[in-house]
């Protein structure tokens, strides 16, 4: 038979427990860490590192990034950023569809209608 508890030692340890605070220090996997190190990942690419050389940086500093891993990272950030540029231009190409020309132009036409005057 399984065991029961009371319901006022619960309401207790969840008081307790909702006293906790928060784990933000927890340690990170690899995964984790390379989410949180890719705006600087990024940035080492727009600076014209290699894959090959991040991934030696990275280890310099103690993470151990595999370079496969790493590339297939970069290659989804890549397809992300091409296809946030295709709807940017997209968005843009629709817009000018849309509105229509205000060129400035002197070419007036005047209705010949006398009567109205």
Do not use: W
């Amino acid at each position: 038979m399984a065991k029961k508890y009371n319901v006022d030692f619960l309401k207790k340890i969840s008081l307790n427990l909702e006293k906790l605070p928060n784990n933000e220090n927890k340690d990170k996997n690899l995964h984790e860490s390379i989410e949180i190190l890719k705006p600087a990942i990024i940035n080492l690419i727009r600076k014209g590192y290699k894959i090959p050389d991040i991934c030696e940086l990275l280890r310099k500093e103690g993470i151990e990034a595999n370079l496969q891993y790493l590339q297939k990272i970069i290659q989804k950030i890549s397809k992300l950023s091409k296809k946030t540029k295709q709807k940017l231009e997209n968005n843009i190409d629709n817009k000018n569809k849309k509105e229509p020309n205000h060129s400035k132009s002197n070419d007036f036409s005047v209705n010949d209608d006398s009567s109205d005057l």
